[in-house]
């Protein structure tokens, strides 16, 4: 080349500058490459699976039996025990989790909050496994002690448990939330005369709704995904049902079971996880992008 | 203020209100420090519950040992080394590559529609059920690019599971930096990768550590996604080689768990103790560094 020697460098470093965006643009592309693999992959073999039975039979059927020889088609029975599970693990979810983000945003000391926050958030990280061990070991055979009828395998017990697993999380976001609130309007509330309950259920929570129904759309997405701790405690046995004291079967524990046994590929039951798992993935994705849309509205209102 | 002046008759009905009123806000307290000290309850509740359990098959001989039909003989080396080596692999592949994207992100991609689009999409993926990961590792990596059921397949299952995680705290920290470190190492000529390789990067490491050891402190626990991308339940040797069979510690406690006998459930809990030991141990690393990130910002 004819340029230079100073401005050779300079064009190998601009050459390079180029390089590098790229590289740091392709890696940030990866993520995008994800959602579509993930799509194209529960797509495929859910095609796979709907040539060989039918959408109706598998959305309406209520026998789930794939691997008897004379195979039934229908999810409905592990929905419900989806729902079930999930339902149980809301109403412990819920209504402590948000007592206590109330409690913690409106009443809790500083130095209350900075015991609490880390032990609570302790909570969210113990791996799903133990509390899977802790719900079928403990919890269940504590339960049998009111309740002799109950089921060694149930749905109740796995909920509550869940329930306790999700809890940090509806605790923190709703938290968030009613922090977002502004101060002027619980000032507003006190110089009425009203006391603290009647400022943070009156207009701390009303205020901070969207951003409180956010939390828990996104709970109870989480709830319906959760695995390790439904395979362990709620046994294997998928049932149409909403006794929760008897085995149920989740649509994750069922992707599971199969994956255990060494199920060869191209078979309808490899096949069945695919299509299980797809309509766990729509399902939780629904509420996913229904929460984020909600969290943004919230944020805008007081932006 | 919350309360309101005392009313001189006590017989008023206004007064009854104010202090009906006052009863319910104590009591409405007292019922959500109850709530919370149910849930610290069940914590106190799990620990107790496992350390009895385990505590006395604890040894240094159930950690070296490999697993066996006699509970009382079985061991959780495969395990313990297959989850190291499968998360020393997922940090290699997913730590470059999460912490380019958030570079990419926070440095680059400014306002622009395909980063805007990135983003929300990494926040989704954040929220996918770690099951559905599994499955992309089942029909992607063991499948169809034939990896099988090797180490290297679990780790790639989970380098993408921990991705958005690692993207969002790499940026968080990114944030972090000053602008006018930036400003200043541009009015000295420097191109942009040199003031971030040379001026940013050194200055964030500590915040993106913290944020990498504690997404690789999640995916140590993740049981799900390995048991269907691949993991065998009963691993009767170490992994040696990306390419081994592998185990790890959740399964093999899964795998005891799931067992009828009492003698099991023992050894399940005694495993879940090394499990909580391996990510304490990580977590004191992140705050160890959070902690000298912190002194040394004030100093």
Known sequence: MSLGPAREPRRRSKRFEFIIEWVLFLSALLSIGTTIGIILVLTVETVAFLREVSIVEFLTGTEWTPLFSMPRFGVLPLVAGTTLVSLIAMAVALPMGLLSAIYLSEYASDGVRRVVKPVLELLAGVPTVVYGYFALLFVTPLLQRFLPALSGFNAVSPGIVMGIMILPLVSSLAEDAMRGVPRGLREGSYALGATKMQTSLRVVVPAAFSGITAAFILAVSRAIGETMIVAIAAGQQPRLTFDPTVPVETMTAYIVQISLGDTPQGTIEYRTIFAVGMLLFIGTFGLNVVSAWLRERFREEYA | ?299
């Open chain 2, 1 to 299: 203020m919350s309360q309101t002046a005392p009313l001189a008759r006590t017989g008023d009905p206004a007064a009854r209100t104010v202090a009906w009123r006052r009863f319910a806000d104590v009591a409405f307290q007292v019922i959500a420090l109850v709530v919370l000290l149910v849930a610290l309850g069940a914590l106190g509740a799990l620990i107790w519950d496992i350390v009895s359990d385990g505590a006395g098959r604890l040894s240094w001989d159930f950690v070296t040992s490999f697993p066996s039909r006699r509970a009382s003989q079985a061991g959780i080396w495969p395990a313990l080394v297959g989850s190291v080596f499968i998360i020393l692999v997922t940090a290699l592949l997913a730590v470059p590559v999460g912490v380019a994207a958030a570079i990419y992100l926070e440095e680059y991609g400014g306002r622009s529609l395909g980063a805007r689009l990135i983003e929300l999409n990494i926040t989704n993926l954040a929220a996918v059920p770690s099951i559905i990961y599994g499955l992309l590792g089942l029909g992607l990596f063991v499948r169809m690019l034939g990896m099988g059921r090797s180490v290297l397949a679990g780790a790639s299952t989970l380098a993408l599971l921990v991705l958005p995680v690692v993207i969002l705290s790499t940026r968080e920290a990114l944030r972090a930096v000053p602008g006018s470190l930036r400003e200043g190492s541009y009015a000295l000529g420097a191109t942009k990768w040199q003031t971030i390789w040379y001026q940013v990067l050194p200055v964030a490491t500590p915040g993106i550590l913290t944020g990498l050891i504690l997404a690789l402190s999640r995916a140590i626990g993740e049981t799900a996604p390995l048991i269907i991308a691949g993991a065998v339940t009963f691993a009767t040797f170490a992994p040696d080689s990306i390419w081994s069979p592998f185990t790890v510690l959740p399964i093999q406690i899964f795998n005891w768990v799931s067992r009828p006998q009492v003698e099991f459930h023992a050894n399940a809990a005694a495993g879940i103790l090394v499990l909580v030991l391996l990510l304490l141990s990580m977590n004191a690393i992140a705050i160890w560094l959070r902690d000298r990130y912190t002194k040394k910002g004030a100093a």
